[in-house]
T-cell receptor, first 114, second 116 residues
Framework: GAGVSQSPSNKVTEKGKDVELRCDPI?????LYWYRQSLGQGLEFLIY????????KSGLPSDRFSAERTGGSVSTLTIQRTQQEDSAVYLC????????????FGPGTRLTVT | AQSVSQHNHHVILSEAASLELGCNYS??????LFWYVQYPGQHLQLLLK??????LVKGIKGFEAEFIKSKFSFNLRKPSVQWSDTAEYFC??????????????FGAGTRLAVHP
């Protein structure tokens, strides 16, 4: 079946602009996660959704970052007033339930802030 | 706080050489352990996982990992690497939180380059 999809695959934006990154989880997966992979760093947890609610936003680096999920499916990660340090690959993952250990990752969105 | 350490950031091997990538974690509770692989231009894929039972787990493509609880380690091994194993490898720990969900804590990754 279809895996996790993300769009766009690449995004180049100017410093100060807002960007929206989209994630389509695997159909039927109730849990959705956003991670960030910066150059030379591991993957950093950003936020977790169960259904449409986000019980854990502890990884969001600043109030410029926000995310929402609608219909228990698609999620959008929004970065306002982008900074150069926001440049990274943003990965989305989903799992069947919140207690399911295995997470399936999308291909990521490579964000470059110039 | 939970953390995961991968000892080698870059590893270069010749084909047929043996591979061992180190991974240590810090978390006192029950953990589930994973190795993910990211081939060039591809997304993260699960290589193998440990939940419970036999501490020696076998994954895809001939990889295996051993969970040593006393050492808080979960090292990845392969007896004979191939050029196609060139990739970045991530160790991850999954700890159950009070909300009943699972958050993956990743190591920084190890870039493996295998030369023919």
């Amino acid at each position: 079946g279809a895996g996790v999809s993300q769009s766009p695959s690449n995004k180049v934006t100017e410093k100060g602009k807002d960007v929206e990154l989209r994630c389509d989880p695997i159909s039927g997966h109730t849990a959705l996660y956003w991670y960030r992979q910066s150059l030379g760093q591991g993957l950093e947890f950003l936020i977790y959704f169960q259904g449409n609610s986000a019980p854990d936003k502890s990884g969001l680096p600043s109030d410029r970052f926000s995310a929402e999920r609608t219909g228990g499916s698609v999620s959008t990660l929004t970065i306002q007033r982008t900074q150069q340090e926001d440049s990274a690959v943003y990965l989305c993952a989903s799992s069947l339930t919140r207690g399911d250990y295995e997470q399936y990752f999308g291909p990521g969105t490579r964000l470059t802030v110039t | 706080a939970q953390s995961v350490s991968q000892h080698n950031h870059h590893v270069i091997l010749s084909e047929a050489a043996s591979l061992e990538l180190g991974c240590n974690y810090s978390y006192g509770g029950t953990v589930n352990l994973f190795w993910y692989v990211q081939y060039p231009g591809q997304h993260l894929q699960l290589l193998l996982k440990y939940f419970s039972g036999d501490p020696l787990v076998k994954g895809i493509k001939g990889f295996e990992a051993e969970f040593i609880k006393s050492k808080f380690s979960f090292n990845l091994r392969k007896p004979s690497v191939q050029w196609s194993d060139t990739a970045e490898y991530f160790c991850a720990v999954n700890a159950r939180f009070s909300g009943g969900y699972n958050k993956l804590i990743f190591g920084a990754g190890t870039r493996l380059a295998v030369h023919p």
